[in-house]
């Protein structure tokens, strides 16, 4: 599956990208929300896995236009939290398209559970891999 990272937590950033490229994915990776975008629209990926407080442009906007955008791709949200708490914007973020959310910080056997299941429901409505 091609997935795209946004984060600018270059730790995190790296530590995702290591940890799906592992398991066999083609990852390219964002630092912020608009450098995503045009990653996103360039490389078409089949699902992206975004923080929501960012700088240029925070996850939840990034997740509405890529909703409006190519409403196939799926999406996992991750956060750790900010003045609204961890909870609420990962529920902001499920209620306006993310398929999935990840509180941070999370364990990459966690992330591979939750991307395999992306993979899981594509294959479910007939969305190659």
């Given at each position: 599956?091609?997935?795209?990272?946004?984060?600018?937590?270059?730790?995190?950033?790296?530590?995702?990208?290591?940890?799906?490229?592992?398991?066999?994915?083609?990852?390219?990776?964002?630092?912020?929300?608009?450098?995503?975008?045009?990653?996103?629209?360039?490389?078409?990926?089949?699902?992206?896995?975004?923080?929501?407080?960012?700088?240029?442009?925070?996850?939840?906007?990034?997740?509405?236009?890529?909703?409006?955008?190519?409403?196939?791709?799926?999406?996992?949200?991750?956060?750790?939290?900010?003045?609204?708490?961890?909870?609420?914007?990962?529920?902001?973020?499920?209620?306006?398209?993310?398929?999935?959310?990840?509180?941070?910080?999370?364990?990459?056997?966690?992330l591979r559970r939750?991307?395999?299941?992306?993979?899981?429901?594509?294959?479910?409505?007939?969305?190659?891999?």
């Amino acid at each position: 599956m091609k997935i795209l990272v946004i984060d600018d937590d270059d730790r995190i950033r790296r530590m995702v990208v290591k940890v799906l490229s592992a398991d066999g994915h083609r990852v390219t990776c964002a630092a912020d929300g608009s450098a995503g975008l045009t990653a996103f629209r360039r490389e078409k990926p089949d699902a992206v896995v975004t923080d929501i407080i960012m700088p240029e442009r925070e996850g939840i906007e990034t997740i509405v236009t890529i909703r409006k955008e190519r409403p196939e791709t799926r999406i996992i949200a991750i956060s750790g939290g900010g003045r609204l708490g961890d909870i609420e914007l990962l529920r902001m973020a499920r209620l306006l398209g993310a398929d999935d959310v990840i509180p941070k910080p999370f364990r990459a056997h966690d992330l591979r559970r939750r991307v395999r299941a992306l993979d899981t429901s594509r294959a479910a409505f007939g969305v190659p891999a």
